[in-house]
């Protein structure tokens, strides 16, 4: 696990965006982890969340010229890694979308820099992938392509069928995914947790039930 990986897992941790018990997912499962990117909510967290993001998208392999952030969280997100990929000497455009077409001033749903060239898209997780495929259309409406996904955690879990949500994205728009981690990170770092081996438990056995393979 490479060191960056390792620690967003311990930093999502220690801020309580990252928790453990019994929470019920939108699928009506019963996870034993809930992630919610939404509790990094002050200046600091934010710093520290799009210093992640800049190293994964680095790590990635991804060519991309530009950042997208879907409404809403995707927003922050891209901003902030903007700002970040910048002080590490690639300084790229970004843009973001609003949910409803604003019809005075500059009007439209896009805000920032426009779409053209290979868009990297930034949000925070990929459940339905429906921010992710709306992006996608978006940036090939307006003559760019999509170059690629950037999320925090890839819960890599199976969807209605035998893919999971990332794998569907992939397989569906043939665009890489990468994120700052995944449940393989996740139980690594569990692993190492002596007080946490019920939760390690825990994770291999609704990994067993609902997992993919990242092949």
């Given at each position: 696990?490479?060191?960056?990986?390792?620690?967003?897992?311990?930093?999502?941790?220690?801020a309580?965006?990252?928790?453990?018990?019994?929470?019920?997912?939108?699928?009506?499962?019963l996870?034993?982890?809930?992630?919610?990117?939404?509790?990094?909510?002050?200046?600091?967290?934010?710093?520290?969340?799009?210093?992640?993001?800049?190293?994964?998208?680095?790590?990635?392999?991804?060519?991309?010229?530009?950042?997208?952030?879907?409404?809403?969280?995707?927003?922050?997100?891209?901003?902030?890694?903007?700002?970040?990929?910048?002080?590490?000497?690639?300084n790229?455009?970004?843009?973001?979308?609003?949910k409803?077409?604003?019809?005075?001033?500059?009007?439209?749903?896009?805000?920032?820099?426009?779409?053209?060239?290979?868009?990297?898209?930034?949000?925070?997780?990929i459940?339905?992938?429906?921010?992710?495929?709306?992006?996608?259309?978006?940036?090939?409406?307006?003559?760019?392509?999509?170059?690629?996904?950037?999320?925090?955690?890839?819960?890599?879990?199976?969807?209605q069928?035998?893919?999971?949500?990332?794998?569907?994205?992939?397989?569906?728009?043939?665009?890489?995914?990468?994120?700052?981690?995944?449940?393989?990170?996740?139980?690594?770092?569990?692993?190492?947790?002596?007080?946490?081996?019920?939760?390690?438990?825990?994770?291999?056995?609704?990994?067993?039930?609902?997992?993919?393979?990242?092949?």
């Open positions: 696990m490479s060191n960056f990986r390792a620690q967003f897992i311990e930093f999502a941790v220690k309580n965006v990252l928790c453990f018990g019994e929470f019920k997912t939108k699928a009506g499962r996870s034993p982890y809930f992630f919610n990117a939404g509790l990094f909510n002050d200046g600091a967290a934010i710093g520290r969340l799009s210093d992640f993001y800049a190293e994964a998208a680095l790590a990635s392999g991804i060519q991309f010229d530009m950042v997208f952030g879907p409404a809403y969280k995707g927003i922050v997100l891209g901003a902030a890694t903007a700002l970040r990929l910048a002080e590490k000497g690639h790229v455009p970004f843009a973001y979308n609003r409803e077409a604003k019809d005075h001033g500059e009007g439209g749903t896009l805000v920032g820099a426009p779409l053209k060239g290979r868009v990297l898209i930034i949000d925070d997780v459940s339905a992938g429906t921010a992710v495929r709306e992006s996608i259309e978006l940036i090939r409406k307006n003559g760019a392509t999509p170059a690629g996904v950037l999320i925090a955690l890839d819960r890599m879990e199976r969807g069928g035998h893919l999971s949500a990332v794998q569907e994205v992939t397989a569906e728009y043939g665009i890489p995914v990468a994120s700052i981690a995944s449940l393989e990170d996740l139980m690594g770092f569990l692993a190492k947790q002596p007080d946490m081996e019920q939760n390690l438990q825990a994770a291999q056995v609704y990994r067993e039930q609902y997992g993919v393979r990242n092949e």
